[in-house]
């Protein structure tokens, strides 16, 4: 597994690299994790490369196209020679609580940029996206109306996406419980009537093949009550 995370940090030089690599060179585990990290680094030079646009040398993306170009970069790391079959990307940002705005504003905004990340990570991808799936998901729901401050705060209930050439979409698998104040969640949250993990579950399984004890028992712990989604990933 390897990873990157953007920073502002300085660059580090061939000769400490060098001084590394010796001050590592009897010991396996750390020589090979120097090695990979190395490798890591210059797969995300190229694709930096291929992403900025001409003349924008250290000038860091608004904050609207950050996630195309991190879709871009994941992209090229996944096509290249030795890339990553998984990859994580993080958006921030999604904390409307106030002035959240309606087909225009703040969350408005949130969403094109994500729907230009996923069009881009599909174009970048080319022959690799009919293979693909992508699962959109957030770590928090949203209430089901307005607060005093014209935004939504902290929910229970939400949505999540997959998205993907291996995907068997068009569809929306949900036991929708209303908006009535009576089928709410404490009179405030959309009502959650399915556990993420088993969407997850039902991805791994169907799409990378990982079986339902270690899903059970390494990836989600204690989740047994979370049986996998079936019918997601295309056969």
């Not at 993306?61 to 790391?77: E, G, K, N, W, Y």
């Not at 969640?185 to 004890?213: C, I, M, Q, W, Y």
């Amino acid at each position: 597994m390897i990873s990157k995370s953007p920073q502002a940090t300085p660059d580090i030089d061939e000769d400490l690299l060098m001084r590394l690599a010796d001050l590592y060179s009897s010991d396996d585990w750390f020589s090979a994790r120097l090695s990979e990290a190395v490798q890591t680094e210059r797969m995300v030079d190229d694709a930096g490369a291929e992403t900025a646009p001409a003349g924008a040398a250290g000038v860091m993306p608004t904050p609207p196209d950050r996630i195309s170009a991190v879709a871009h970069m994941a992209a090229s790391l996944m096509r290249s020679d030795g890339g990553p079959e998984v990859a994580v990307i993080e958006a921030s940002g999604w904390d409307t609580h106030a002035n959240q705005g309606g087909a225009k504003g703040a969350l408005a905004q949130r969403l094109a940029a994500l729907d230009k990340a996923l069009r881009t990570l599909a174009e970048e991808l080319g022959v690799l996206w009919p293979q693909t799936a992508v699962l959109v998901v957030t770590e928090f729901g949203r209430t089901a109306a307005v607060n005093g401050t014209r935004g939504t705060d902290h929910g229970t209930g939400g949505c999540a996406f997959l998205v993907g050439g291996a995907v068997r979409g068009g569809r929306v698998i949900a036991d929708w419980p209303g908006l009535s104040r009576g089928a709410l969640l404490d009179n405030r949250d959309l009502k959650p009537t399915l556990d993420l993990r088993s969407v997850f579950k039902g991805v791994l399984d169907e799409h990378l093949h990982v079986d339902a004890n270690t899903l059970a028992k390494r990836v989600f712990p204690d989740s047994s009550g979370a049986r996998p989604l079936q019918g997601l990933v295309r056969a």
